[in-house]
C-alpha cells in the first residue's frame, strides 16, 4: 500500500488528501533463462506466484521439477531454473500465453478432459462451518479494507485457513495459494479454496489442478464454470455471504 | 443469462432453486485466416469486441485497416480481414500475447511512451454531473443486477451515456465500448470512459489508446495506473460513488 496525493471531492467541497492505493508491479517470469511472460501483480509473494503459475499452468507437475527460483525485486525479475533443461513443447508454450484472465484456449475438450480427471475425494464440510470460515476470510483482507483494490484467495483445511493471499488480480491470487501449498506440501485432498473475486471457468481449472475438491466465493460464477465443476465433479459454491450460499454443483460435499 | 439448478442454503434449510448466471464463451479470433487467441467472454457484442481488441492491442490504427469482420457464432469464431495481408510482426504478437488481465510486457517505457503521447483535450465537466453519470451508468447494468457477475463499460459525451457495454472480463468490456466508438466514428477528444471495475495499468493503456481524456470509476485505482495517467496527463477518478469521488490524476479537467 502506498499513499497517493489526490483531490477528494464530496459535498464539503475539495480538499487536498493522502490516498491508499494498492501497489501494481510487472513481474517477468524466465523459465531456463528464456523470457516466458510478464504478470502485472501485487509485489508480495513473487517466488509462490512464480511456482504456482508454472503449475496452474500445467509447465510443472511438482515442485520437485524445479531445481531453483531467483526472485530479483530490484528488476521485477523472476528466474526458474528446471531440472529439465529442454524447452517446454511450443504447445505448452502456446496454451500458456494465451491463458491470461479472460482469455485462453484451455476450452478446447475442456469438458472431456474434467470428465477424465474427477476429483474423487469424499471430503466434505458442515455449510455453517463454510459460512464462517467465508467470514474469516474476508476479515484477513487488511489491504482491500485500506485500498478496496485488491484481491484475496485462501487454503483451508476444513477448520483453520491454512494459506492467505492477495493481488490485484484475482488469478495470480489463487496461483499464489497453489504456490505456497506446493512449497509446503499441503496435501489437497480435504481442502477448500476460496476466492475474493467472480468465478470463472479458468479459477476451475487452477482448483482441479491444485486437486481440491472444494471451490467456494461470495461472487457469482459463469455457466461455464458451473458446467466444468460438475463434469469434474468438484463441489462449487458461490454467493456465500452471511447467512446463505448457493451450492452449484457437487452438493454431496456440503452436509 | 441463463437458468442453472442450485441448491440453496440459509437459515430456513435447503431448497432446489433456479439461478440466474452469467454466460461465458471461448471467443476464437482469427487475423487474416490465421488464429491469434482465445478470448473467455460474454456473448453479445463480438464483432465490437474483436475491433475493439485489434485496437487496444495496437494491432488496427483506424477502423479502415479492416476489410471484412465475419462473427460465427456456432463455433464461436471471429475472422478479421485486413487489408494488409502481411502479418503483423512477431513482436507485435508477443506484445499482444504477453497482455491479458494483469499479464502484460507493456510496462517496458510504459511512462516515457505515455509521456510522449500526452492527451491535449481541454475537455472539462462538472463533478456534480460526473457524479450523475456514473449513478446513470450504474443503473443500466440488468444483466449485474440479476447475476452479480459481470463488468460493465460505457462511454459518454459529458451529457449521455452513447455507449454501454457489458461482459464477464473488465478489459473486455472496455474493449466492447473502444469497438463501438471506432464503427461509428465517435470522436473521442471530448469523451468520458467508465467501467465498473477495478482500475490497473491496463485500462489506463487502453483508455489512452481510445483517445479519451477522462477515465472514472467506482472502484480503486493501482499505484501504477495513477502515475501513468499523470504521465499522459489523463484525468483519472475512482471511488465515484454517492457523493464523492477522489481526483488521482488531471484535476484540471474537473470543474
Redesign the interface.
Known sequence: V?D?D??????DGKRA?K?P??????L?LYLNNKEL?????SPADLKELSIGFLYSSGLIRTLQDIERVIVDTRNWASYVELKEKNDPSPLMFKRL?????????L?YNALDHMNREKITSSFRVN?RKLLEMVDSFQKKSLIFKK???IHSAALSDGENIIVFKE???R??AVDKVAGEALMKGIAMGNSIVLTSG?I???IVFKTQKMGSPILISR????????KLAEACDMTLVG?ARG??????AG?HR?G
Chains 1, 2 share one sequence.
Not at 447467512?243 to 452449484?248: D, G, I, S, T
Request: hydrophobic share 30%; proline share 3%; charged share 20%.
Open positions: 502506498v497517493i489526490a483531490l477528494r471531492i464530496d459535498k488528501t490516498e492505493v494498492t501497489e501494481e508491479i510487472p517477468t511472460l510478464t504478470l502485472l501483480c500465453y494465451t491463458s491470461g484472465c479472460g482469455r485462453g484456449t476450452f455449510w485500498t478496496g483494490g493481488d490485484i488480480g488469478h495470480n467472480r470463472s471457468s479458468e461472487s457469482a460464477p459463469t455457466d461455464q464454470a458451473q454467493f447467512q446463505r450460499m448457493n451450492v452449484y452438493r456440503i
